[in-house]
């Protein structure tokens, strides 16, 4: 039982250049997440899909897309990255008892 | 939207003490208060919660209060070990599949 997957771990990208991180979870749950953290700053929601067909924009959706692909996976893609995406990105799931499971995380450096 | 704020952003204390960490929010119809631990390089992980229904919840050596009236709710640890040293969110979610509000954090350090 992996839980939740998320890759890749570590991404370099140049400002401008485009990346999908992949996020899948075998829980069966029903929604899905993405988190970025920046020090000081906790973990804001990005974008959320409440269940698999569906998706929100959460607190900071700009310069971000997401797709719920099917029930297991939902990626977030970045169109032309800047500096200010440099963060460390989470994946979460959950259930209808809302405790949420957290991906390993990815850390992702904008030039 | 809810806005939740923690305190303090740092908290240092000897082995064997309490730590206390507090946050407030801001929508009266929250009614679920989660805590997160995250370790150095780790992902966050849940360690109690509690639901607007119920105004104290323990487990072992770690408590959580809700004062609704107030709208602030406080993790308590007790005995502090050094392995307890990490990062502590609190969050708040006003829906029924967890949409969180996360607060700032707070960095617990425990020193032997």
């Known amino acids: 039982n992996a839980g939740v997957t998320q890759t890749p771990k570590f991404q370099v990208l140049k400002t401008g250049q485009s990346m999908t991180l992949q996020c899948a979870q075998d829980?069966?749950?029903?929604?899905m997440y993405w988190y970025r953290q920046d020090p000081g700053m906790g973990l804001r929601l990005i974008y959320y899909?409440?269940?698999?067909?569906?998706?929100d924009k959460g607190e900071v959706p700009n310069g971000y897309n997401v797709s719920r692909l099917n029930k297991r996976e939902f990626s977030l893609r970045l169109e032309s990255a800047a500096p200010s995406q440099t963060s460390v990105y989470f994946c979460?799931?959950?259930?209808?008892?809302?405790?949420?499971?957290f991906g390993s995380g990815t850390q992702l450096s904008v030039l | 939207g809810e806005n939740v704020e923690q305190h303090p952003s740092t908290l240092s204390v000897q082995e064997g003490d309490s730590a206390v960490i507090k946050c407030t929010y801001s929508?009266?119809?929250?009614?679920?208060f989660p805590w997160y631990k995250q370790e150095l390089g780790k992902r966050p992980q849940l360690i109690i919660d509690?639901?607007?229904?119920?105004g104290e919840k323990k487990d072992q050596r770690i408590a959580v209060t809700l004062n609704k009236t107030a709208k602030h709710f406080s993790l308590h640890i007790t005995e502090t070990q050094p392995e307890d040293s990490a990062v502590y969110f609190c969050?708040?979610?006003?829906?029924?599949?967890?949409?969180?509000?996360f607060g700032a954090g707070t960095q617990v350090v425990v020193t032997p």
């Open positions: 979460a799931s959950s259930s209808t008892n809302e405790k949420l499971f």
């Open positions: 829980m069966n749950h029903n929604s």
């Open positions: 899909s409440a269940s698999e067909g569906t998706t």
């Open positions: 929508d009266s119809a929250s009614n679920y």
């Open positions: 509690i639901r607007s229904n119920v």
């Open positions: 969050a708040a979610s006003i829906t029924s599949w967890g949409k969180l509000q």
